[in-house]
């Protein structure tokens, strides 16, 4: 299956005192260029991302976004006793040295630096979840990519159908051409002489079918279109092959117009540079 380049994937994930997300963004590109963004906590799984991405994506412009977001509302809180313990020793005897010492409120310890504090995320554990979670969000990522590109396959194989069909139309109306052609170059040298010489005659309508002969071009375009259609069918990372074939298609669908010596062929030529330029744009979105 072929594959776009363009495509959008998140994937998230809620862990205990903290909030993962990546965001990836694709577009077409010549080559695999990545951008990844990490948080200041996260930056030392930059090399490792890169890794993944290139393991899994072929080419495309990548941006990469991970979000990271600490949830202190969400943390498991930690209460320092010793300090705690010292903190009450203390109050306790200062009660013994002043007249009428209130009761000491719990809140208020609690406030004390240092008493309560959110227990802090294990950083390993923590840079193999954003791994895990970046690797659905490429799973997502081309997922996407295939819907986008079998969507491309189909408009690709429906264009090579119509380019073979005017193909057939073309090969169709040579006979009656070439009679046509044949038929106004007569009338041209008989208007021209009274008595034109047979054998000169002849010749030069060899040489009027030798410029308009199609033949060649016409099998070629035959050939490069069922070479398009294995390469879609085939799959994988193909856009620079179906870019060059492109090319081909186009030379042919060039050279078939300017041998044109009829308004039916210069109309598929023209028919011909259309589809072939329809799907032209098409690869370039292709993997």
Same mark, same amino acid.
């Given at each position: 299956?072929?594959? +776009?380049?363009?495509?959008?994937?998140?994937?998230?994930?809620?862990? %205990?005192? /903290?909030? #993962?997300?990546?965001?990836?963004?694709?577009?077409?590109?010549?080559?695999?260029?990545?951008?990844?963004?990490?948080?200041?906590?996260?930056?030392?799984?930059?090399? /490792?991302?890169?890794?993944?991405?290139?393991?899994?994506?072929?080419?495309?412009?990548?941006?990469? =976004?991970?979000?990271?977001?600490?949830? &202190?509302?969400?943390?498991?809180?930690?209460?320092?006793?010793? #300090?705690?313990?010292?903190?009450?020793?203390?109050?306790?005897?200062?009660?013994?040295?002043?007249?009428?010492?209130?009761?000491?409120?719990?809140?208020?310890?609690?406030?004390?630096?240092?008493?309560?504090?959110?227990?802090?995320?294990? +950083?390993? /554990? #923590?840079? !193999? &979840?954003?791994?895990?979670?970046?690797?659905? &969000? #490429?799973?997502?990522?081309?997922? =996407?990519?295939?819907?986008?590109? *079998?969507?491309?396959?189909?408009?690709?194989?429906?264009?090579?159908?119509?380019? *073979?069909?005017?193909?057939?139309?073309?090969?169709? /109306?040579?006979?009656?051409?070439?009679?046509?052609?044949?038929?106004?170059?007569? %009338?041209?040298?008989?208007?021209?002489?009274?008595?034109?010489?047979?054998?000169?005659?002849?010749?030069?309508?060899?040489?009027?079918?030798?410029?308009?002969?199609?033949?060649?071009?016409?099998?070629?375009?035959?050939?490069?279109?069922?070479?398009?259609?294995?390469?879609? =069918?085939?799959?994988?990372?193909?856009?620079?092959?179906?870019?060059?074939?492109? %090319?081909?298609?186009?030379?042919? !669908?060039?050279?078939?117009?300017?041998? +044109?010596?009829?308004?039916?062929?210069?109309?598929?030529?023209?028919?011909?540079?259309?589809?072939?330029?329809?799907?032209?744009?098409?690869? %370039?979105?292709?993997?």
């Amino acid at each position: 299956m072929i594959r +776009s380049m363009t495509a959008f994937a998140r994937a998230d994930r809620h862990l %205990q005192g /903290a909030e #993962l997300a990546w965001e990836l963004r694709s577009v077409n590109h010549r080559y695999l260029e990545l951008m990844p963004r990490l948080p200041d906590a996260l930056r030392g799984l930059e090399n /490792a991302t890169r890794e993944r991405c290139r393991q899994r994506l072929g080419r495309g412009k990548v941006d990469i =976004t991970l979000r990271y977001q600490p949830d &202190a509302t969400d943390a498991e809180l930690e209460l320092n006793e010793a #300090l705690v313990k010292r903190l009450s020793d203390a109050a306790r005897r200062v009660g013994d040295l002043i007249m009428h010492p209130g009761q000491v409120n719990p809140l208020e310890v609690l406030q004390f630096p240092g008493v309560l504090s959110a227990r802090q995320i294990d +950083s390993d /554990a #923590l840079e !193999a &979840a954003a791994l895990e979670l970046l690797d659905q &969000a #490429l799973d997502a990522l081309l997922e =996407t990519r295939e819907r986008e590109g *079998e969507q491309l396959g189909k408009m690709i194989l429906d264009r090579l159908d119509r380019v *073979e069909q005017q193909v057939a139309r073309v090969r169709q /109306a040579l006979p009656a051409i070439r009679d046509a052609l044949r038929d106004r170059l007569k %009338q041209r040298v008989q208007d021209a002489v009274e008595s034109p010489d047979p054998e000169r005659l002849e010749q030069e309508l060899v040489l009027a079918a030798q410029k308009m002969d199609v033949d060649e071009e016409l099998d070629r375009l035959v050939t490069h279109v069922a070479e398009v259609r294995r390469v879609v =069918t085939k799959g994988g990372p193909v856009g620079r092959r179906l870019d060059f074939l492109m %090319q081909e298609l186009n030379r042919e !669908a060039n050279t078939l117009g300017s041998k +044109s010596v009829d308004a039916e062929t210069t109309a598929a030529a023209v028919e011909l540079k259309v589809l072939i330029e329809q799907m032209r744009e098409q690869v %370039q979105n292709i993997e």
